[in-house]
């Protein structure tokens, strides 16, 4: 199942909401301003990413600058409890697969995504049809 981790205001989120439902693409979504990320889904986010806190941190947002941490000397669990009580850390959208995070919206990657969930339709219904 595909989860899309969004905030309510964010325009980057409402793209990703509106082709994964244009496209028939089953997900979850999760609302991080009204139901921020337990610790547990923090790191299993960070699992997914291949440069860690860099790739999924968004420097530029008020809630990082208004923290005034430098975050090249704080512990993984220190930024761990920072973005679990301050979820405006984090880019947006944030999309997770089973294999594979996507960070921001991207129309290409996004793209990508429904061209997988098509070929997965099909390889389905041809399943079903050599059942038959």
């Not at 693409?25 to 960070?46: A, C, G, Q, V, W």
């Not at 944030?94 to 339709?121: A, C, P, R």
Request: charged residues 30%; positive net charge; aromatic residues 6%.
């Amino acid at each position: 199942m595909i989860e899309l981790y969004t905030f309510s205001s964010c325009t980057s989120c409402r793209k990703a909401r509106e082709i994964l439902t244009e496209h028939h693409i089953p997900f979850k979504e999760r609302n991080m301003n009204t139901e921020p990320l337990s610790k547990d889904e923090i790191y299993h986010i960070l699992a997914h990413t291949t440069n860690g806190t860099t790739d999924i941190m968004s420097k530029r947002s008020q809630d990082v600058k208004e923290l005034e941490v430098n975050f090249d000397e704080i512990s993984l669990n220190k930024w761990v409890d920072l973005v679990h009580n301050n979820p405006g850390m984090l880019r947006r959208p944030l999309l997770l697969t089973n294999d594979h995070l996507i960070v921001g919206y991207n129309k290409e990657e996004y793209e990508g995504i429904v061209k997988k969930s098509k070929l997965k339709q099909k390889k389905h219904i041809a399943r079903k049809a050599m059942c038959v």
